[in-house]
T-cell receptor, first 114, second 109 residues
């Protein structure tokens, strides 16, 4: 069974630009969660999608948005990039989500904002 | 606010035993996960505790005390490949995962 894939793996952008990250979950998984990981801060929850609906959202500004398609693939968009958005963005898939389901993580997208 | 505390870094010797602690203060509790993350790689699932007590899985065990807001991960017969970060995450009352900053474990020969 193929694992969670994320594209691109690395990205360099400048302040003010916008970026779209993609995540393909494990086949059969309907929940996709997105996290931001920075050194010393741990994983910060962005949002969770289940069957194309946002089920949960963390405390991030509206510049961070996402969506999920009918095939469970998900995209995350960050508009008006700031230097502080530089981080590793991880997505995780699970069958049912909702927090109690084991999550399987992708390798992440390393975003650098200059 | 919600808070998960783990030591930032620990060092242990190959073949020894190490215990990584995690204390939490969250709005509600619906379970606790431990994940392992090697440098530059994705986190991978290690264990899940929802009831008090010890869960053993090979060389790794995880303990939970809900009344104390406390968990630990016990690693036995340490191997060099166990050098990684260990992440503790609590499911709160909204079924959101709250993550600790992780403990970097360094194994020395």
């Amino acid at each position: 069974k193929a694992g969670v894939t994320q594209t691109p793996r690395y990205l360099i952008k400048t302040r003010g630009q916008q970026v779209t990250l993609s995540c393909s979950p494990i086949s059969g998984h309907r929940s996709v969660s997105w996290y931001q990981q920075t050194p010393g801060q741990g994983l910060q929850f962005l949002f969770e999608y289940f069957s194309e609906t946002q089920r949960n959202k963390g405390n991030f500004p509206g510049r961070f948005s996402g969506r999920q398609f009918s095939n469970s693939r998900s995209e995350m968009n960050v508009s008006t990039l700031e230097l502080g958005d530089s981080a590793l963005y991880l997505c995780a898939s699970s069958y049912a989500g909702g927090g109690t389901d084991t999550q399987y993580f992708g390798p992440g997208t390393r975003l650098t904002v200059l | 606010g919600q808070n998960i505390d783990q030591p930032t870094e620990m060092t242990a010797t190959e073949g020894a035993i190490v215990q990584i602690n995690c204390t939490y203060q969250t709005s509600g509790f619906n379970g606790l996960f431990w994940y392992q993350q090697h440098a530059g790689e994705a986190p991978t699932f290690l264990s899940y505790n929802v009831l008090d007590g010890l869960e053993e899985k090979g060389r790794f065990s995880s303990f939970l005390s809900r009344s104390k807001g406390y968990s630990y991960l016990l690693l036995k017969e340490l191997q060099m490949k166990d050098s990684a970060s260990y992440l503790c995450a609590v499911i709160d009352s909204n079924y959101q995962l709250i993550w600790g900053a992780g403990t970097k474990l360094i194994i020395k020969p």
